[in-house]
Nanobody, 124 residues
Framework: QVQLVESGGGLVQAGDSLRLSCAASGRSFYGYAMGWFRQAPGKEREFVATITWSGGYKAYGDSLKGRIAISRDNPRDTVYLQMNGLKPEDTAVYYC?????????????????WGQGTQVTVSS
């Protein structure tokens, strides 16, 4: 059974940094692209970042661009999201996702597997 488990969320103050992790298990993720999305209460799930298997392609959503970096450790089947300069409007549940297809990587419909999410709360 495929599992994506996010960790690293929590309550922080504005300006702080967090590093989210997503550990994949249950199958080989060789060749898979991985992505991060977030969803705030009452809002649509929003694209945050994506990275291909080799790391040769990365893309970031406009809301966090310039303040985040996505990376991955393939031997550990783990993807990371480093977030800096957090703002109260970054408060959301952050989800990890995986897909063997490299089309529509900035679209949530492009992903086959999802984690349960990790809450990030930024206080002002």
């Amino acid at each position: 059974q495929v599992q994506l488990v996010e960790s690293g969320g929590g309550l922080v103050q504005a300006g702080d940094s967090l590093r989210l992790s997503c550990a994949a298990s249950g199958r080989s993720f060789y060749g898979y692209a991985m992505g991060w999305f977030r969803q705030a209460p009452g809002k649509e799930r929003e694209f945050v970042a994506t990275i291909t298997w080799s790391g040769g392609y990365k893309a970031y959503g406009d809301s966090l661009k310039g303040r985040i970096a996505i990376s991955r450790d393939n031997p550990r089947d783990t993807v990371y999201l480093q977030m800096n300069g957090l703002k109260p409007e970054d408060t959301a549940v952050y989800y990890c996702a995986a897909t063997p297809n490299w089309r529509s990587l900035q679209d949530r419909q492009g992903y086959d597997y999802w984690g349960q999410g990790t809450q990030v709360t930024v206080s002002s």
